[in-house]
């Protein structure tokens, strides 16, 4: 599978070196807006990709180079490089997926995947459990939670809590508690997970969030609870920062990679 990467930060590191590794694949391009990103990842891989570039200026002529394109950038990239990829027919992996709340964008992914036989993965990123709401989705699931604990000092340069408020912390604290929707409003920082699990199940409004400021924990932890028709489950996992981005859970790279995995192994395991 050949493969063209945007996005050479914490994630996407990551994943070009999980490509590099793999005989199955080959990393054809690698793409950043800032060059001693691009610079440093070339570094560390054994096989150097054939393009590099700095912008999305000539990247519709990158595309017949590859068969799968993955988005490790920000929100915007997902216009910028997902729709053109699409549009010409490649698969991508959308890394992102707060991007995806934006039910036009949403509709305009899904249409032009439709319309040009191709295909969009999300990977499960930093949470634990979109496997069983999946299944437990082909039934009725009556409610989907997600709690997130977070030190307090992760949510500093949020808008609606003062930096005071947080340093104050000395005990579990709630900061929001509403509907997946309003929680990417308020707190982008948990955009992605309350994403993830909103498309996987029930929607962005029906999906329940819960945001603490915990002064007792290092780790970011998110709890899922979904019960339905099949019965009900929780999930607990205590995400380890990626090194070089503290606000990315390692986890939620590790989980991209699995996808590419997935994509070209014969055998799937798991939902
Ligand atoms: N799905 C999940 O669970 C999950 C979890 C963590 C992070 N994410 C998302 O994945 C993305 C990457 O995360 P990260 O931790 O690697 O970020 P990062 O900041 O470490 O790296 C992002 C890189 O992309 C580059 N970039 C951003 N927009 C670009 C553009 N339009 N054109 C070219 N280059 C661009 C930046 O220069 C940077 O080097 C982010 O959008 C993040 O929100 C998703």
């Known amino acids: 599978m050949r493969v063209g990467i945007v996005g050479c930060g914490a ?67 997902v216009r910028e490089f997902v729709l053109p990829a699409l549009r010409a027919g490649k698969d991508v992996l959308i890394l992102s997926v707060g991007a995806l709340v934006d039910a036009e964008l949403f509709e305009e992914v899904e249409r032009s995947a439709k319309e040009n036989g191709c295909r969009v993965f999300i990977p499960s990123g930093a949470i634990v459990g979109i496997d069983g709401l999946k299944s437990g989705h082909v039934r009725r699931i009556y409610h989907v939670r997600l709690r997130t604990r977070k030190p307090p000092l992760s949510f500093k340069g949020n808008k609606h809590v003062s930096f005071k408020e947080l340093v104050e912390i000395n005990e579990p604290k709630v900061l929001f508690r509403g509907s997946a929707k309003d929680a990417v409003q308020l707190f982008p920082e948990n955009v992605n997970v309350a994403a993830s699990l909103s498309l996987a199940g029930i929607g962005i409004e029906k999906t329940e969030v819960e945001i603490v400021a915990d002064p007792s924990i290092d780790k970011n932890i998110h709890e899922v609870e979904v019960e339905g028709e099949f019965g009900r489950f929780v999930t607990v996992v205590e995400n380890v920062p990626s090194p070089s981005n503290p606000k990315t859970s390692y986890l939620a790279a590790l989980s991209a990679i699995a996808t590419l995995k997935g994509i070209i192994s014969n055998i799937k395991v798991g939902t």
């Open 11 to 77: 994630i996407g590191t990551e994943i070009s070196k999980a490509v590099d590794e793999d005989e199955r694949m080959e990393l054809v391009f690698l793409i950043d807006r800032h060059p001693e990103k691009v610079e440093a990842l070339l570094h560390t891989l054994k096989k150097k990709p054939k393009f590099v570039r700095f912008s999305s200026e000539g990247f519709e002529e990158l595309l017949p180079h590859i068969d799968l394109l993955v988005e490790c950038a920000s929100q915007s990239a």
